[in-house]
């Protein structure tokens, strides 16, 4: 199984990315997919998540009304599309999964599996 996340970038404060995590080897319409990232010194933060049919969403504070998450079953893809960064944005973002959830939405050990991060830099 490979989550391949890509999109990332230098832009500046202001702009817009959208992150895009591509699933193989397993399909994964049935879980709940999302976003961590982490930033240089700093623990890995939860970011957003979305349920399998798109109705369920959870955001961390720092994000939202400036993130949002999406999916696309058949592409068996997750999307982070971020407006309005700020440079506290900056950090390497990885997409998650999540086949069984046990409640704590916002801990790394929630997610069984990760993907290989990308980098996202926002110049003030």
């Known amino acids: 199984v490979q989550l391949q996340a890509f999109g990332g970038g230098l832009v500046q404060a202001g702009s817009s990315l959208r992150l895009s995590c591509a699933a193989s080897g397993r399909t994964f319409s049935s879980d709940t997919m999302g976003w961590f990232r982490q930033a240089p010194g700093k623990e890995r933060e939860f970011i957003a998540r979305m349920n399998w049919s798109g109705a369920s969403t959870y955001y961390a504070d720092s994000v939202k009304g400036r993130f949002t998450i999406s999916r696309d079953n058949a592409k068996n893809t997750v999307y982070l599309q971020m407006n309005s960064l700020k440079p506290e944005d900056t950090a390497v973002y990885y997409c998650?999964?999540?086949?069984?959830?046990?409640?704590?939405?916002?801990?790394?050990?929630?997610?069984?599996?990760w993907g290989q991060g990308t980098q996202v830099t926002v110049s003030s």
């Open positions: 998650v999964v999540d086949t069984s959830y046990s409640g704590r939405y916002y801990a790394t050990e929630e997610y069984d599996y």
